[in-house]
C-alpha cells in the first residue's frame, strides 16, 4: 500500500537552529499538508499546499515557517529559527483529488533544546 | 468554524469489555467529512473510518461499530469485546467539505483507552 515517508524520525536541536523536516507524499497524490501536535494534545493543522502554493494556513503557521516543493518528490517544512514551543511531533500528509482521507506520514519528532 | 469535542480524556476498561467513545462536532456546512483515527504508543496516525454527512447508517468493521446521529451531532465508537491491542489514544475529526479540493481537518482532543489484561 502506498505511504507517506518523512525524515528524519526524531530531531533535537538548539534553540534558534533552522529545522527542515523531510516529506515524500504518494506519488499520484497532488495535496501535501503538514499538521502537528505537541505531546499529549492533539492533532493541529498547519497548513496545505496545492499547485505550488500554500492554500490555507493556520495562525500557528507564522514567519517562522515555510513550505517548499522543492522538486516532484519531496515536500518540506523548514522551521527557520526555532523555539522551544515548537517541540512537538510534525506529521505530513497528502491527498489526492476528490473527497479522499488524508494519509500521514509516521512523523518528525522535533525536540528544540 | 468547526469543532470536536471529545469529553472523555482517559477511559480505562477490563479486556473483553465492550468500551464507546464519544464524539460531538459543531460545523455550519451541510457536507461534511467525520473520521476516526487511532494513535498508538508509537506515535503514527492510523486511519479507521471515514463518513460523509449524507451517510448517515451505522457501520460495523469487526469489532468496530460507529453510530452517526446528525441529530445530535454526535459520532461514537463502540469496540467490542476490547483487548489490550486497542490501548491508545483515539482522535475523532471533522473536515468540510472545500471546493478547492484540499482537506481541513479539524481534530478533537483525543480520548485515551487504556485496556487492562
Known amino acids: 500500500e502506498p505511504e507517506v515517508t518523512q525524515t528524519p524520525s526524531h530531531q533535537v536541536t538548539q534553540m534558534g537552529q533552522e529545522v527542515i523536516l523531510r516529506c515524500v507524499p504518494i506519488?499520484?497524490?497532488?495535496?501535501f499538508y503538514w499538521y502537528r501536535q505537541i505531546l499529549g494534545q492533539k492533532v493541529e493543522f498547519l497548513v496545505s499546499?496545492?499547485?505550488?502554493?500554500?492554500?490555507?494556513k493556520s495562525e500557528i503557521f507564522d514567519d517562522q515557517f515555510s513550505v517548499e516543493r522543492p522538486d516532484g518528490s519531496n515536500f518540506t517544512l523548514k522551521i527557520r529559527s526555532t523555539k522551544l514551543e515548537d517541540s512537538a511531533m510534525y506529521f505530513c500528509?497528502?491527498?489526492?483529488?476528490?473527497?479522499?482521507?488524508?494519509?500521514f506520514g509516521a512523523g518528525s519528532r522535533l525536540t528544540v533544546l | 468554524a468547526q469543532k470536536v469535542t471529545q469529553a472523555q480524556t482517559e477511559i480505562s476498561v477490563v479486556e473483553k469489555e465492550d468500551v464507546t467513545l464519544d464524539c460531538v462536532y459543531e460545523?455550519?456546512?451541510?457536507?461534511?467529512?467525520l473520521f476516526w483515527y487511532k494513535q498508538p504508543p508509537s506515535g503514527e496516525l492510523v486511519f479507521l473510518i471515514r463518513?460523509?454527512?449524507?451517510?448517515?447508517q451505522n457501520e460495523i468493521s469487526g469489532r468496530y461499530s460507529w453510530n452517526f446521529q446528525k441529530s445530535t451531532s454526535s459520532f461514537n465508537f463502540t469496540i467490542t469485546a476490547s483487548q489490550v491491542v486497542d490501548s491508545a489514544v483515539y482522535f475523532c475529526?471533522?473536515?468540510?467539505?472545500?471546493?478547492?479540493?484540499?482537506?481541513?481537518?479539524?481534530f478533537g482532543t483525543g480520548t485515551k483507552l487504556q485496556v487492562i489484561p
Open positions: 500528509a497528502s491527498t489526492g483529488t476528490g473527497a479522499n482521507v488524508l494519509t
Open positions: 506519488s499520484n497524490h497532488l495535496y
Open positions: 463518513r460523509n454527512s449524507f451517510d448517515e
Open positions: 475529526a471533522l473536515s468540510e467539505a472545500n471546493r478547492r479540493g484540499y482537506q481541513k481537518v479539524t
Open positions: 499546499f496545492y499547485n505550488n502554493e500554500i492554500s490555507e
Open positions: 460545523t455550519r456546512d451541510t457536507t461534511y467529512y
